[in-house]
């Protein structure tokens, strides 16, 4: 059996449709078994990718890339300017949350649902060699895909003083972990019109319900039936 998660870039109705930019992640467990020591596993201590607490970790952990490169200078005003040919685009959307670090908003949001009971993490690429991490790291998050279904946007917290930013192509971006604890297969679905109204809806829920912890918002969730609902339509409209 598997744990089967959801996943879609989160595309907004009134915009072209950017899901071009978004590639299938890949398992950071399979791709670094590929590089295992192998006389290491015989030797004192062995392997620690081989550990069961490590593997089983990272056996839930998928890479998502960054599909073009962009380079960013960031002026006064919080203006946002490209200095590479080609890029995705990116804005800074608030004030800074620390001292002097800007937060730089990159546009490739996702979205997740699943009918399980599984937390989701996202996180900066740790076990990843990024030459971005230099300029900043990932604003991480945490919440249950099975009892809220709203969007994840990346955005970086850039470290101090620093306005300036760039990622290669194909630099790991980010990570996303799954706790559950069979193995996780990732469906991707189309992310209908319906479902971007939902969506909506519990993104902007600090709006219309202020200062409630995340486990009241779920019970508001389960109680409207919305878990069966995007469901529904999400099986309706897998790839």
């Known amino acids: 059996m598997k744990t089967k ?86 804005s800074i959307k608030r004030e800074n949350n620390l001292k002097n670090c800007k937060l730089l908003e990159y546009s490739v949001p996702l979205i997740f649902f699943s009918e399980n009971d599984v937390n989701m993490t996202l996180t900066s690429p740790y076990f990843s060699n990024c030459p971005y991490l230099k300029y900043g790291s990932i604003v991480p998050g945490k919440f249950n895909i099975s009892k809220w279904f709203r969007s994840i946007n990346i955005e970086f917290n850039l470290w101090e003083n620093i306005n300036e930013f760039k990622i290669e192509k194909n630099e790991d971006l980010f990570y996303v972990n799954f706790e559950c604890e069979q193995e996780v297969e990732l469906i991707r679905f189309d992310l209908t019109e319906r479902l971007l109204k939902i969506a909506k809806v519990t993104g902007q829920s600090s709006r219309w319900e202020k200062f409630i912890p995340l486990r009241e918002r779920y019970e508001r969730f389960k109680k409207a039936q919305m878990h069966k609902i995007v469901i529904k339509e999400i099986k309706n409209n897998l790839i």
Do not use: Q
């Open 5 to 90: 998660i959801y996943w879609s870039p989160y595309i907004e109705v009134n915009e072209l449709d950017w899901s071009i930019l978004h590639y299938n992640p890949e398992n950071l467990f399979e791709r670094i078994k590929n590089n295992i020591n192998k006389e290491s596993v015989t030797k004192p201590g062995g392997n620690f990718i081989m550990c069961p607490a490590v593997k089983n970790y990272i056996n839930k952990i998928f890479v998502f890339k960054n599909t073009l490169e962009s380079h960013f200078k960031l002026e006064e005003k919080n203006k946002v300017v490209p200095l590479s040919k080609n890029y995705i685009h990116a």
